[in-house]
């Protein structure tokens, strides 16, 4: 049973979305030190969301025959898992290989009335038309004297109109004063959408596995929707994610969240390669997407669109603003969400200048409650059948953090160490040799989580791929992962005690995570009574 007042909050804040009621009474909380300092309690926030997806594959697991079963999280665990990225390794070395996240376009800086805005570059093709609508080199200073020359309101203004990534440093009060905030605030954690359309598709019993049988089509990108995929396949599912045979991938993030996939590349704009698309969409259970809305309709693949190839369909949507909100329709990241909502605001209240929260809090999060709404989706549609719409938004998820504060000195912090990958790491066996990873958080008492592959490249899956038969060899008890032999036998190289990912894209302004100042205020923090 969940009693800490932040985790349960947050766990039933998720479950009354659902379509159905689970029991908590069979989750366990194991108490863990934080390692993120912030007056947002991020640890407890993160133990209640990952508890209840556990519900919901309980759930659906007892649905489908499964005998029912307890759970055990550590409080610790949850909240590392936010920066699973950082704690990646491929024969002893971190997958971080590159500085793809460091660049000055992405960052916070002060405007012309003495706000703050946060931008995201990231990608070419981003950071190129940002650095053309501020007519600046890509470098701190430059992009500093830019915004500089302009409101925050009219940064925000005519980055929206541009298509580019840059929202305004704002207070809780401000947010929720914008409609689009007021919007934001009265929907659920996770919204669900229920057609009865024709066909009869329903999982039925299962052997093993609580998604055994269960076919996942992904179109995504980043973190949060590549999340939903990765819960997805460690329950059991069949994963194919589609990757556009050239564009915008972060090595890194991909690696992280490619676990129990096969990855194929198919141009879904051409002829050929939609039409694929749509032969392997007709035969699936689920399409994961965080595209925008626009980029699917351009394909016929709106709503019609997709109740045509496929009526027993369970669409699980990330994006950055809710879908049915004034601001849907904007391109924005795991910062661009912390900025707008407040929570940067929040975080930064003793610090010269606002930055994030050292974790990808958004993100991940937000990946579990699409990985929520897509299975209790499934286990409702074994019931009344039809076609599913469930969604989660990053501004959603990152409101309910607001929720959970207290002073930040209020709790000790410990640094990651080597002793965490001891506790929480496993190894696994890959095409490229022995991955390190942490393992999944919510450990089951009957049916394990893992990945039936080791994460993998992009395009390692010729697109000729079908659905795998179903199988009954896939025994639990034959996990392919096991506790870390890496990390205790001090064979992973690199790992640098920290709170948080110092080094990610905070890059710009006048505070970054990479700061010596930043580092010392968190020290300060931490030593206060």
Same mark, same amino acid.
């Given at each position: 049973m969940i009693t800490q007042p932040f985790q349960k909050s947050s766990y039933d804040s998720v479950v009354a979305a659902l379509p159905f009621t689970v029991d908590p009474s069979k989750i366990t909380v194991q108490p863990g030190v934080s390692y993120s300092p912030s007056p947002i309690k991020i640890h407890d926030y993160a133990v209640g969301v990952m508890a209840a997806f556990g519900s919901v594959v309980e759930h659906i697991g007892t649905v489908r025959g499964l005998p029912a079963q307890t759970m055990t999280l550590n409080r610790r665990h949850c909240g590392l898992a936010l920066n699973s990225g950082q704690l990646h390794f491929l024969n002893g070395y971190a997958t971080l290989l590159d500085t793809w996240p460091i660049g000055p376009d992405n960052g916070t800086y002060r405007t012309a009335d003495?706000?703050?805005?946060?931008? =995201?570059?990231? $990608?070419p093709h981003l950071r190129d038309a940002l650095l053309a609508y501020l007519n600046c080199a890509n470098t701190a200073a430059a992009i500093q004297a830019a915004t500089a020359g302009k409101t925050a309101q009219q940064l925000e203004d005519e980055a929206a109109a541009a298509g580019l990534a840059l929202g305004i440093v704002r207070s809780p009060e401000e947010w929720l004063a914008l409609p689009q905030g007021a919007a934001t605030a009265a929907r659920p954690m996770i919204d669900f959408g229920h057609t009865k359309t024709a066909g009869g598709? /329903?999982?039925g019993p299962a052997l093993r596995?609580?998604?055994?049988?269960?076919?996942? =089509?992904?179109?995504? $990108?980043?973190?949060?929707g590549p999340t939903i995929g990765r819960l997805l396949a460690e329950q059991g599912a069949d994963v194919i994610k589609v990757q556009p045979p050239i564009g915008d991938w972060v090595l890194p993030l991909w690696l992280d969240v490619s676990w129990g996939k096969r990855n194929i590349a198919l141009d879904i704009k051409g002829r050929r390669g939609f039409a694929r698309f749509a032969e392997l969409l007709s035969e699936a259970d689920v399409l994961v997407s965080s595209q925008r809305p626009e980029a699917l309709a351009k394909l016929g693949l709106d709503e019609v669109g997709l109740q045509r190839i496929n009526p027993n369909l369970v669409v699980a949507e990330a994006s950055c603003y809710a879908s049915g909100t004034p601001w849907h329709g904007r391109r924005g990241f795991e910062q661009i969400a912390q900025a707008v909502t407040g929570v940067m605001h929040t975080h930064s209240q003793d610090l010269p200048e606002p930055t994030v929260v050292s974790v990808l809090m958004n993100d991940y999060l937000t990946g579990y409650l699409g990985a929520i709404g897509a299975v209790a +989706?499934? +286990? &409702? /549609?074994?019931?009344?059948?039809?076609? *599913?719409?469930?969604?989660? !938004?990053l501004t959603r998820c990152s409101m309910h953090a607001?929720?959970?504060?207290?002073?930040? $000195?209020?709790?000790?912090? !410990? !640094?990651?160490?080597? +002793?965490?990958?001891?506790?929480?790491g496993v190894d696994q066996i890959g095409s490229s040799g022995v991955f390190t990873r942490l393992a999944p958080t919510v450990a089951f008492s009957h049916v394990p989580s893992y990945a +039936?592959?080791?994460? @993998? *490249?992009?395009?390692?899956? &010729?697109?000729? &791929?079908?659905?795998?038969?179903?199988?009954?060899?896939?025994?639990?008890? @034959? =996990?392919? $992962? =096991?506790?870390s032999k890496m990390a205790r036998e001090d064979m992973i190289r690199g790992l640098i005690p920290c709170y948080g990912i110092e080094d990610r894209g905070d890059g710009g302004g006048g505070l970054s995570l990479a700061s010596p100042q930043l580092m010392k205020l968190v020290q300060e923090a931490r030593s206060q009574p």
């Open positions: 003495d706000r703050y805005v946060h931008m =995201i570059g990231l $990608h598709r /329903r999982l596995r609580p998604l055994e049988g269960v076919r996942v =089509i992904e179109l995504t $990108h980043l973190v949060a +989706a499934l +286990a &409702a /549609r074994e019931v009344d059948g039809g076609y *599913w719409k469930v969604g989660a !938004a607001l929720t959970v504060v207290e002073p930040q $000195h209020a709790e000790q912090y !410990a !640094a990651v160490s080597m +002793a965490d990958l001891v506790e929480f +039936a592959t080791a994460t @993998n *490249w992009p395009a390692t899956t &010729a697109d000729t &791929a079908g659905w795998l038969p179903p199988t009954s060899s896939d025994d639990p008890s @034959n =996990i392919t $992962h =096991i506790p």
